[in-house]
């Protein structure tokens, strides 16, 4: 193959994964309608240990003493604020990519019962371990 050919092979592949990354940005941080309680959902990653399972939440800027877990029918219920910064408020805003307000995260549980057992607040993540009743 002439390279000419695989640089433009190269280059073709690496901008489909970057339209890739931001179709997936846009699916985990996406802002839902004004008319819903929620303006946004955080990512969350599960883990299925032996005991039970481990999720992490990201929420950066969101306090972790604002935060609200229950566990209720089968779901995992993650609720918090995430608000703008003061500098925010004074000023003309160039751009806007993070999501802020009022969100709420449900996330279904594998069928079982669960208890909360561990929630830590670590650099922007909530992790929570949930062990089998």
């Known amino acids: 193959m002439p390279s000419r050919d695989l640089e433009r092979l190269m ?28 303006a946004w959902e955080p990512p969350v990653d599960i883990y299925e240990v032996s005991d039970g399972l481990w999720l992490v939440v ?6 972790g003493d604002s935060i609200e877990v229950s566990v209720e029918d089968g779901e995992l219920v993650v609720s918090a604020e995430r608000r703008l910064p003061a500098a925010a408020l004074g000023g003309t805003v160039r751009r806007l990519e993070l999501p802020y307000g009022r969100f709420e995260r449900r996330v279904p549980l594998p069928s079982g019962t669960y208890t909360l057992q561990e929630r830590e607040w670590l650099d922007g993540c909530l992790y929570l371990g949930l062990q089998f009743a």
């Open 11 to 38: 280059w073709a592949e690496a901008c489909e994964m970057l339209d890739r990354a931001e179709r997936l940005h846009r699916q985990f941080y996406r802002p839902r309608r004004p008319s819903q309680a929620s």
């Open 58 to 63: 990201a929420m950066p800027g969101a306090r």
